[in-house]
């Protein structure tokens, strides 16, 4: 007979029984050991339908193909730039990806890009061997110019931006700043009032904290509208 010896939104640790019987169905983070389910990492559970998965709570962001990152100069070379991106593996932004516009072999790269430049580029490959190709030909990617980098989980961006944006959303209105999360957790924060930059920044802080206690959304407005003193729309449900 099988049983579920967890709920959604429960903290799972390594090794942690999460069901007994062959009824269920091991997703990502969980493994199955003979006929037990068992947690591969620390992770929130989410069950779906007869599956089980775990989405981790720590961890380095590993690179996706199509994902939308902040990355960071941190070498020039003769053909590009190479970024860290806040992950075990950099990438690299090759000349004919570095801009819309023809870059000549032997151009002072300096002039696109230098040492330590924050960059909004798009993941274009990843190869087995986890050599990762950006991009910054493409809507909204771009250098960024001022504000502040701030740095979450990136198994957290999810809950940060929202359904559709949501919570993002929110958070922009209420404070009138300009907010980039990348999915590798990297987040830029811009605004001229240094008090609503900072209550940005305490904000997306809180809300990957707290990313796993339901609820979410209601607490982050009731949170914002006590710091703003102002009432605030809701762009959604970010549950």
Same mark, same amino acid.
């Given at each position: 007979?099988? @049983? ?45 339908? @007869? ?20 990355? @960071? ?85 999810? @809950? ?80």
């Amino acid at each position: 007979m099988s @049983r579920l010896l967890i709920k959604n939104k429960d903290i799972a640790v390594p090794g942690e029984i999460m069901a007994e019987g062959m009824d269920y169905l091991p997703g990502p983070g969980t493994y199955r050991d003979e006929d037990k389910i068992r947690a591969g990492c620390v992770g929130l559970v989410t069950i779906d339908g @007869r599956a089980i998965k775990l989405i981790p709570l720590a961890g380095r962001y590993m690179p996706k193909r199509g994902d939308t990152i902040i990355g @960071r100069v941190k070498e020039i070379l003769i053909s590009g730039w190479l970024l860290d991106i806040d992950s075990a593996y950099p990438a690299m932004l090759s000349m004919k990806d570095g801009s819309s516009e023809y870059i000549a072999r032997g151009s002072d790269l300096t002039q696109y890009y230098t040492f330590g430049d924050y960059l909004v580029c798009k993941i274009i490959n990843v190869t087995t061997q986890k050599l990762v190709d950006v991009t910054m030909k493409g809507p909204g990617l771009r250098k960024l110019y001022g504000g502040r980098i701030i740095k979450i989980n990136t198994h957290k961006v999810p @809950r940060v931006i929202g359904k559709k944006g949501s919570m993002v959303s929110m958070v922009k209105q209420a404070t009138g700043s300009k907010i980039i999360v990348g999915q590798n957790g990297v987040t830029w924060i811009q605004n001229d009032d240094p008090k609503m930059e900072l209550l940005t920044v305490d904000t997306i802080y809180k809300i990957a904290a707290e990313a796993h206690i339901s609820g979410l959304t209601d607490r982050i407005k009731e949170f914002l509208e006590k710091k703003t003193g102002k009432k605030i729309q809701s762009a959604g449900s970010g549950e």
